[in-house]
């Protein structure tokens, strides 16, 4: 039984299946001490989004086979960079956010008013 929780305070719901993501690579925006990126929210990326993210070095559109990474497309659920979400939000390009599957360490970045006004399921 899964302990997550979301940012809402109930039991964190899987993000996406196909792509696989996650730190875990388990579908769920969990993360642990390990992850440097704390990959805790769960978005539906956007193009305008995913340009904004290549040009801040992060490609997330070309696919990295030797990492099983088939790239994201506009449409995609992916658990994304707490920080990053903060840096698009601040750039006027927040992809929508899915509050269920968002883990609750995202609110040390961002507060929830902010992640509902981008949700996708409010």
Known sequence: MRKARNVLGTQLEICCGAPLTGWYRNGFCETD?????????CV???DEFLE????RGNDLSTPAPEFHFPGLKAG??????ASRWQEAL???VAPPVI?????????K????EQLKKHALDV
């Open 90 to 92: 601040l750039a006027g």
């Open 52 to 55: 904004f993210s290549q040009l």
């Open 109 to 112: 970045y961002v507060t929830l």
């Open 33 to 41: 001490p390990t992850d440097r990126g704390v990959h805790v929210v």
């Open 44 to 46: 539906e990326v956007t």
């Open 99 to 107: 509050l269920q599957s968002t883990e609750e360490s995202a609110l």
């Open 76 to 81: 995609d659920r992916w658990c994304l960079c």
